[in-house]
């Protein structure tokens, strides 16, 4: 025996030494968090200061050395997601994580991003460049300065690659590619959808909601009527069932963010209020931080949350003006439908036959051959992998392959003095097209849109694929200043955006519909912020925790008054289903039964409804969710109606229908969570905040996700939570009064487990508790010198 107690022994030693070895490695690439560094490209020495969350406080010499000093932060708490990041952007995942990728790999070169962020990065103006190489220098001096490698890398058996300016303009791209993910793929779903039924039913199908609208300049659209002509087969056949029916009512990427001018507060500040809407994950997009420099004799203070990989406060206050940011939206792309030449190598526009020019893309492959991938691109855009009419091919215009979608002058923001100037760069800047809110220490509001909005000269339908070849369609340019959509001090002292039309007349014309959100949410902010006259910050928080279930009560109404009838609910055993649809309906709280009930109902109908229209799409390629096309409208009118000749096919009746509906959302319920009881709204929409590593490595779950939280909150109310999408930051702040503001983002600071604030923020941003919008008092301090 004393021989297998040494072996026993001596197992359990190693297991202990590898344990401890793991500890250290992982410990060695924790963040500095005190005392000195040397920081060699800095002008002077910069300090930097966290509080007990990891708030960082960075005090400059200058906006040059605020950004060493900030990329050197970024560089040590969130590397991984930073690489993540421009990696996604460029298709150089395999690389990285192997053959897995390589799909999505495929997908992205079909830009070539890293080549346009390249070509951008070194035409930059002298500041931005400047700006650019300073974060980069403080972002490679950050990952320098680490023992070890991030964990990632360590599980991932990489090193991490030195970063380039390039690699910032990525980041920004990544964006793009999340905010505006129609991509074309809506102008082809919508060509498909319009070739094959009536001009009426087509516009029916498509219009924008008169029932959910709660524009900017109180514009209205009017409804467009059920057609009088019977359901065409092409939305009635359910000959080609659907893979996937999913619905939505939006692109369901997007934000809130709404305004209040002096007029509307006790003290005459404006203040602004700004919750936008990712996929959350952990770490979270967002890293708060406070900029403090001096330049040309003025100092500047500049606080909000800033995106890893890129040198800027992205929304935030500097004191004189607060901002913040909404997804727009609208249509930043159109599809050119080319006419090739013979043999399908060359293209005709205006008149001349243009050979397509084809680059190779290289796909580096972790552990496998580079895999070699071909895009071909004409004048207009790359050609569209999606299958075109024989003798065509599709090509993609979309703003993110021109020089002007790219730049960092978004940094101006941190000097804007007022509305006036802010409103006057939002042209120039090159993001992602967003809805720019905007107030001022005056008590001033405004709102406009920030990014390049493209001056189409088209007499052809944008939302469908048009044919360009006669040189009578195109792009000139890009819109100036004095010609974007703008909204500035309304008379009643409020303005909001959620994602819906914003605007309409020409302005609407100029945008155009990329995919708009219905305006439920929309209208519960705009009616929110008309209910009172006065407000403060925390007035303005609980708007962004408002999750009444005001759209779904029409649903409630239907089943409590058509469907669940007595002789329907003593058939079926549905008496305990009506008690919760009567009980807990109204808000998308967290223990709710009856919405989850009526919420399935509404999901099961509106499925069963356009079942045939996704089977037809899906079977020439495209998807119900690439339309441009808010179910809710349309369906709701045609139950409304109830025309037998509107019916989808294997119906016997509307009412038939509505049942079916019940019973089968009430069965898939039961299956999924075993009683009526259980099949709470929380059970079935967990906080879901994952670490992209721990799918592959389930037994880490605990340790690096956040903890499967029920949620209150849903797509259409300000509250929007719905399945691991939601608020990825609350702000409220007045400028001038940023002591006073509201800032909280969910997890944490830090990306790496083993900090302090890997999830210093998580437990207020589950509760709804406001945290302080400026940094509190400083627990650690480290000093970067030259």
Not at 215 to 224: F, G
Not at 660 to 684: I, M, N
Request: proline residues 6%; aromatic residues 6%; neutral net charge.
């Amino acid at each position: 025996m004393t021989w297998f107690k040494r072996i026993l022994g001596g197992l359990l030693l190693l297991v202990l030494l590898l344990a401890l070895a793991l500890w250290l490695a992982l410990r060695g690439s924790l963040a500095q968090l005190d005392g000195e560094r040397a920081a060699p490209a800095l002008s002077a020495p910069a300090e930097l200061q966290r509080d007990a969350r990891g708030y960082l406080s960075i005090t400059a010499e200058n906006r040059l050395d605020a950004a060493r000093a900030l990329g050197f932060v970024h560089a040590q708490e969130r590397f991984f997601q930073m690489d993540l990041m421009r990696r996604n952007a460029a298709g150089e995942l395999s690389a990285l994580v192997g053959a897995k990728a390589l799909e999505v790999d495929k997908a992205r070169r079909l830009h070539r991003f890293r080549h346009r962020a390249e070509q951008i990065a070194a035409a930059l103006s002298p500041e931005e460049k400047a700006l650019a190489e300073a974060y980069t220098g403080g972002v490679n001096a950050g990952l320098a300065a680490l023992s070890t490698r991030p964990p990632e890398y360590l599980l991932l058996r990489q090193s991490p690659r030195p970063w380039v300016p390039a690699d910032s303009l990525l980041v920004a791209y990544g964006m793009y590619l999340d905010l505006q993910r129609g991509q074309g793929h809506d102008d082809i779903a919508n060509g498909l959808l319009k070739q094959a039924v009536p001009a009426d039913w087509y516009a029916f199908l498509t219009q924008h909601s008169a029932d959910w609208q709660a524009a900017l300049d109180d514009s209205r659209v009017e409804p467009v009527p059920l057609p009088a002509s019977p359901l065409p087969d092409w939305l009635r056949s359910v000959q080609l069932a659907c893979s996937d029916c999913s619905l939505t009512d939006a692109r369901d990427i997007g934000s809130n963010n709404w305004a209040v001018a002096g007029s509307r507060t006790a003290d005459g500040r404006a203040i602004v209020a700004d919750d936008m809407h990712l996929n959350l994950r952990v770490p979270g997009t967002w890293f708060k931080a406070r900029l403090k420099w001096k330049a040309q004799g003025r100092s500047f203070d500049v606080a909000g949350v800033t995106l890893p990989g890129t040198p800027l406060v992205v929304a935030g206050s500097n004191g004189h003006v607060a901002w913040g940011f909404t997804n727009t939206t609208s249509d930043w792309s159109d599809v050119i439908s080319l006419q090739l030449g013979a043999g399908g190598q060359s293209y005709w526009s205006g008149g001349a036959e243009k050979p397509l020019v084809r680059s190779v893309e290289r796909i580096e492959v972790a552990g496998q051959p580079a895999v070699d991938f071909e895009v071909r691109e004409s004048e207009w855009g790359p050609v569209m992998p999606e299958k075109a009419p024989a003798g065509h091919a599709y090509a993609l215009r979309w703003v993110a392959h021109d020089a002007a979608a790219m730049n960092l002058r978004l940094m101006q923001m941190e000097a804007a003095g007022g509305v006036d100037e802010a409103v006057k760069l939002a042209a120039g800047a090159g993001i992602p097209a967003q809805n720019l809110m905007v107030a001022d220490a005056r008590g001033r509001i405004a709102w406009t849109v920030m990014g390049a909005i493209p001056r189409r000269v088209s007499t052809q339908d944008m939302a469908v694929p048009q044919d360009w070849s006669d040189g009578r369609s195109a792009w000139q340019g890009y819109l100036g200043a004095d010609e974007q959509p703008r909204v500035l001090d309304p008379a009643d002292g409020r303005l909001w955006t959620a994602n819906a039309r914003m605007i309409g007349g020409e302005a609407l014309k100029i945008l155009g519909n990329g995919g708009y959100d219905l305006g439920a949410r929309a209208r519960q902010i705009r009616d929110g912020l008309r209910a009172r006259d006065k407000f403060d910050e925390a007035a303005l928080h609980a708007i962004q925790l408002d999750h009444r279930a005001l759209l779904l009560q029409r649903w409630r109404g239907l089943l409590l008054e058509r469907v669940l009838t007595p002789g329907f609910v003593a058939a079926n055993g549905l008496a305990d289903y009506r008690a919760e649809v009567e009980k807990n309906a109204e808000a998308a709280r967290p223990d709710a039964v009856g919405y989850l009930l009526v919420r399935a109902f509404r999901e099961r109908t509106l499925k069963t409804v356009f079942a045939p229209l996704a089977g037809r799409l899906e079977a020439q390629g495209a998807r119900l969710q690439d339309l441009t096309m808010a179910p809710e409208t349309p369906g709701w009118a045609l139950i409304q109606a109830s025309r037998a000749d509107t019916l989808p096919a294997g119906a016997a009746s509307w009412e038939a229908l509505l049942q079916r509906a019940v019973l089968d959302s009430r069965a898939e319920l039961l299956k999924k969570f075993g009683s009526l009881a259980a099949a709470t709204w929380g059970a079935e929409n967990p906080a879901g905040i994952r670490h992209p590593l721990s799918a592959a490595l389930p037994m880490l779950s605990g340790w690096l996700d956040m903890p499967a939280t029920p949620m209150a909150g849903d797509s259409h109310m300000p509250r929007v939570h719905n399945h691991g999408h939601g608020q990825s930051e609350r702000m409220v702040v007045s400028p001038g009064h940023e002591e006073s503001g509201i800032l909280v983002i969910p997890g944490g600071q830090s990306g790496h487990p083993l900090s302090p604030f890997y999830r210093g923020d998580h437990a207020a941003w589950l509760a709804g508790e406001p945290l302080p919008f400026l940094p509190g008092e400083a627990t650690h301090r480290l000093v970067l010198r030259p």
